[in-house]
T-cell receptor, first 114, second 110 residues
Framework: DAGVTQSPTHLIKTRGQQVTLRCSPK?????VSWYQQALGQGPQFIFQ???????QRGNFPDRFSGHQFPNYSSELNVNALLLGDSALYLC?????????????FGNGTRLTVT | DAKTTQPPSMDCAEGRAANLPCNHS???????VYWYRQIHSQGPQYIIH???NNETNEMASLIITEDRKSSTLILPHATLRDTAVYYC???????????FGTGTRLQVFP
């Protein structure tokens, strides 16, 4: 049973560029959410996708956008990269059953902006 | 959004029980308490969750006070591989939004 998989594992970009990160949810899951984890901090919620629509959004600017595909996989796009966007980006998936369905996390994509 | 408070660090001897406390005094009646842990360079790993009753699974036990303002995660026989940052989280009702704090860094020593 494959867990949440993310690609790539590491990425280096230059300030001002755009980046796309990818996520495949755990088998059987239909909801994907994205988190940003800066060094030494806990993860921060970016947004959640269900049925190919953004359902909930955290306190992140419009430079952060996403997409969910019919097979439930998801992409996170970040435009006009800033040095402060350097972080571990985590994808989590769940089955939309409310609070009783745990989120399962991937191991993340480490993004470095230079 | 309900916030949680945890001690920044704790030590535990291998083979002993590790008891990790968490305060969540602003939790709402329909919000669950979740525990995750994170080992360096990996994604958070789900441990256990509960609403008002005590819960136990193969990894740990979760004790929630009757007023639901605090909880304790118990690892009954800590091993060196349990060394990690442990996050106590209140899950926002109806969403996948988890509010992480800075967690407790548990160090298990031989």
């Amino acid at each position: 049973d494959a867990g949440v998989t993310q690609s790539p594992t590491h990425l280096i970009k230059t300030r001002g560029q755009q980046v796309t990160l990818r996520c495949s949810p755990k088998s059987g899951h239909d909801t994907v959410s994205w988190y940003q984890q800066a060094l030494g901090q806990g993860p921060q919620f970016i947004f959640q996708y269900y049925e190919e629509e953004e359902r909930q959004r955290g306190n992140f600017p419009d430079r952060f956008s996403g997409h969910q595909f019919p097979n439930y996989s998801s992409e996170l796009n970040v435009n006009a990269l800033l040095l402060g966007d350097s972080a571990l980006y985590l994808c989590a998936s769940s089955l939309l059953q409310g609070e009783n369905s745990p989120l399962h996390f991937g191991n993340g994509t480490r993004l470095t902006v230079t | 959004d309900a916030k949680t408070t945890q001690p920044p660090s704790m030590d535990c001897a291998e083979g002993r029980a590790a008891n990790l406390p968490c305060n969540h005094s602003t939790i709402s009646g329909n919000e669950y308490v979740y525990w995750y842990r994170q080992i360096h360079s990996q994604g958070p790993q789900y441990i256990i969750h509960g609403l008002k009753n005590n819960e136990t699974n193969e990894m740990a036990s979760l004790i929630i006070t009757e007023d639901r303002k605090s909880s304790t995660l118990i690892l009954p026989h800590a091993t060196l591989r349990d060394t990690a940052v442990y996050y106590c989280i209140v899950r926002v009702a109806g969403t996948d939004k988890l509010i992480f704090g800075t967690g407790t860094r548990l160090q298990v020593f031989p």
